[in-house]
């Protein structure tokens, strides 16, 4: 269920990501090209602001606690903050360049009822899984192998899809000559395989996440407070099941985000490979142009703040071995 609700989301986003790429570059001047640019970010917090909502309200207990309430409420505010906004951009779009109020309608009107979905679903799903839980709640540390299997499965993931499209390229250039030239099916086999790997490197995430939630007892406001010291070494006072907390979340964090790390970069190359091919047939336009340097600036920023992340959760997992298996009195997670 929580596997088909994930996979279910990210088609959904990516289907309404793609379709509203479309309406904009159909209907919008070439010469827009930065506009459309702000239109696609839009569009970006219309679809994924509610998807981070109703996947927060469905994994996390935000009545456990004072905190919990108030840091989920300040999620909701900010969320409906960037959808106003959001909103303000895709009006402005509309009249600054002529293209009538289809997109602003079709726009809007999705990020509203993604909302109202959201903040129903959620709750759904969150009372679903309390009526169907886990076999085993005890802490299990991701072991050394569990690794290695996964990111095995990633690079025999890139090698078939880079085959199968070098294979299904080749083929299609033999029976329409001069549609590509090696370069191109290269580099364009490349961005598949990247892409597919990718996807294959996110979803072996999805059951290490549920330990992060385990560990802290569904409190949001107990997750903050552990990442707080472990992510961001801040010098918080924790209580007993704070410490066992904070050590186990170090341990299965580390591990989560060096894969989510590596979605990144293998999505954002497979992007920027695709892009590359365009602009080496002359025939990009200024919004491919800055569509690569963007990509190229976040992952300049994404690569290094990551990587000091992981190695702080590293760190912190290894000061603190002690507390990985301490057996506490009542749920420690």
Request: contains cysteine; hydrophobic residues 55%; charged residues 15%.
């Amino acid at each position: 269920m929580r596997i088909l609700a994930f996979v279910s989301s990210i088609i959904v986003a990516t289907a309404l990501l793609m379709g509203g790429v479309v309406l904009l570059v159909v209907n919008t001047s070439q010469k827009n090209s930065l506009w459309i640019l702000a239109a696609v970010l839009a569009m970006s917090i219309f679809i994924y602001g509610p998807i981070i909502l109703g996947s927060f309200r469905a994994y996390w207990d935000v009545t456990s606690s004072t905190d919990s309430a108030r840091y989920y409420r300040r999620l909701l505010l900010i969320v409906l903050g960037l959808e106003v906004l959001a909103a303000i951009i895709i009006v402005a779009f509309a009249v600054l360049t002529s293209t009538g109020p289809l997109i602003p309608v079709v726009f809007i009107g999705v990020g509203i009822v993604l909302t109202v979905a959201a903040l129903l679903i959620g709750p759904a799903f969150y009372r679903y899984d309390l009526a169907h839980p886990a076999a085993t709640s005890d802490w299990v540390a991701i072991e050394k192998a569990q690794i290695r299997k996964r990111i095995l499965a990633i690079a025999i993931t890139f090698i078939g899809v880079l085959v199968l499209a070098m294979v299904a390229l080749t083929t299609l250039n033999a029976l329409t000559p001069h549609t590509l030239n090696v370069l191109q099916t290269l580099l364009f086999a490349l961005s598949f395989a990247c892409i597919f790997a990718g996807g294959v490197s996110v979803f072996s995430t999805i059951g290490w996440n549920r330990r992060l939630r385990d560990v802290t007892d569904r409190d949001p406001s107990r997750l903050r407070r552990v990442a707080r010291v472990v992510i961001k070494r801040k010098p918080l006072d924790l209580d007993e099941k704070d410490l066992v907390a904070a050590a186990r979340f170090a341990a299965v964090i580390s591990v989560t985000m060096s894969f989510q790390l590596a979605y990144i970069v293998l999505l954002y190359v497979g992007i920027l490979l695709q892009q590359i091919n365009a602009l080496a047939t002359g025939k990009a336009g200024d919004f491919i142009v800055v569509i690569v340097t963007l990509l190229l600036a976040t992952l300049a920023i994404l690569l290094p703040l990551q990587t000091v992340r992981i190695q702080r959760a590293r760190r912190y997992a290894r000061d603190h071995l002690a507390d990985l298996d301490r057996q506490l009195d009542g749920p420690a997670g």
